[in-house]
């Protein structure tokens, strides 16, 4: 039992750190998307 637990934690927080990378990526893309469009103005 406590190991099907501790599976689970792994499995979620592994599922949060794909969750952060895609929005980290998704940030950063914004950003230089929006640092590009300062700089042609």
Do not use: G, P
Request: net charge positive; glycine share 0%.
């Amino acid at each position: 039992m406590m190991y099907k637990r501790c599976h689970t934690v792994t499995t979620n927080l592994r599922y949060l750190k794909t969750y952060e990378l895609k929005a980290l990526d998704c940030q950063l893309k914004a950003t230089s998307a929006f640092l590009r469009f300062s700089v042609e103005i």
